[in-house]
Structure formats: structure tokens, C-alpha cells
């Protein structure tokens, strides 16, 4: 069956339409940071507060972005919090996600996962960061892939840095530190996260800043 596979694939509204015709605010909604199953609840206020207006689309990072007039950016914001939906920052900040841990069965990392959440999530960085953590070693979201991967196993963690996610030189992260302990993470994330700050050049991505840095004393000193 063809039916909706190629024909009327152009959409009548996209948020750059919606942007050059009138004030509209793009936001990213989810289940969570580790669930990724909606219920039918929220699906139906998404809808909702989209309308007839905005616009929906889905993402490459576990996201549905939709679009909503500015004006009533508080109220939609407040009605999607209220039905259990989380509304994932923007702009030039560290962004968390994570692996959805085998939906639940495998939850061995997820206390760190929060911890980690509440302290780094939202910190404002030279260009956004995104922080994946994956519960074992399979890493099936592709921790390795974004701009810090965390793969956990066995209370420690592999630590991969400067993939390039996209483009004709995409590639996986390189291999920086191997079974740091559940305990040091955070601090060494913090390290990574403050060198970033203090020595990247404006707006520059962090696997830039990494290529251009890695051969610099720095980042030996922060694994030994």
C-alpha cells in the first residue's frame, strides 16, 4: 500500500510559514526525559492547543515540537505541564536526554540520570550542548552521536565526546573517558561543561571546540 506514503507530503503549514506571517513560538514537548510513551490524554491537549493556527511536527530527538502563537505561549505552556508533559528548554543551554532504559526494566541508572538533570539541564553554554545518557551498553538512542555521550554499565560510565550529528562529516563522538565511577560523573561533567565556557569561541559548537582543544593538557588532567 502506497496510500499517504509519498502523495501529500508537502504540509500546508510549516513554522517557518508560521513565523513570516505572525508571531509564533516553537516548543518541545515529551513524556519525559525517560518515558517516551504519550496517553491519549496528552495527545488530545497537544491537538488542543495547537488548534487550527499552529502546527505539529516530530524530531530527531525524542520531541514533538509544535507551534502556538506567542501571545498564548504561558497558557499552553501551563495546560501541557498539567497533563504530565515536559517542555524541554531552548536556546544556547545544556539539553539532557536519555535512552528510555528498556521502558523501565533496566532503571539502574536513572537516579544519577535525575541528579544529573537537576544539575546541569538548562546551564547556559557558548552553543547548545546536548547530554545523552544511555542505561547500558547496547546505547540503542546513539549516545555516541551527540555532543556528550554517557553509557552506563556496571556503576561507572563511558564518556564519548565531539560527534558531529549531521552533515557530510557526521560522525560518532570519540571515546574520552572509560568507567568513570557513577560518584565522579557529575563533577567531570561540570569540568567539561566549565573548560567549554571558559575557552570556546563565540557561538562555536562544542564538537568544533573539541576538535580545535583536545590535544590541549586540560582534558588529560581532568581524567587522571
Not at 572509560?178 to 562555536?204: M, S, W
Request: with cysteine.
Amino acid at each position: 500500500m502506497t496510500i499517504n506514503t509519498f502523495n501529500n507530503n508537502i504540509p500546508e503549514k510549516t513554522f517557518a510559514k508560521l513565523n513570516s506571517e505572525g508571531e509564533f513560538t516553537r516548543i518541545a514537548v515529551s513524556p519525559g526525559i525517560i518515558n517516551k510513551h504519550y496517553t491519549p490524554a496528552q495527545f488530545q491537549k497537544i491537538a488542543e492547543v495547537v488548534g487550527k493556527s499552529g502546527a505539529i511536527k516530530y524530531s530527531t530527538s525524542y520531541n514533538i515540537m509544535i507551534s502556538v502563537p506567542t501571545l498564548d505561549l504561558i497558557r499552553v505552556t501551563q495546560e501541557l505541564e498539567q497533563v504530565g508533559l515536559y517542555i524541554a528548554q531552548q536556546g544556547q543551554v545544556v539539553a539532557m536526554k536519555a535512552c528510555d532504559f528498556c521502558d523501565g526494566v533496566k532503571m539502574d541508572a536513572a537516579t544519577i540520570t535525575e541528579e544529573l538533570y537537576q544539575q546541569l539541564d538548562g546551564l547556559e553554554v557558548p552553543s547548545r550542548i546536548r547530554i545523552n545518557m544511555n542505561g547500558c551498553a547496547s546505547a540503542c538512542y546513539n549516545a555516541v552521536y551527540d555532543d556528550i555521550g554517557l553509557v552506563y554499565q556496571k556503576d561507572s560510565f563511558d564518556v564519548y565526546l565531539g560527534a558531529v550529528p549531521m552533515g557530510k562529516n557526521a560522525q560518532a563522538g570519540e571515546l574520552f573517558a572509560k568507567k568513570v565511577p557513577v560518584q565522579h560523573i557529575e563533577n567531570l561533567l561540570q569540568e567539561i561543561i566549565k573548560l567549554y565556557k571558559e575557552l570556546a569561541l563565540h557561538k562555536e559548537p562544542f564538537y568544533k571546540f573539541y576538535k580545535r582543544t583536545k590535544t590541549a593538557d586540560y582534558w588529560q588532567k581532568l581524567i587522571n
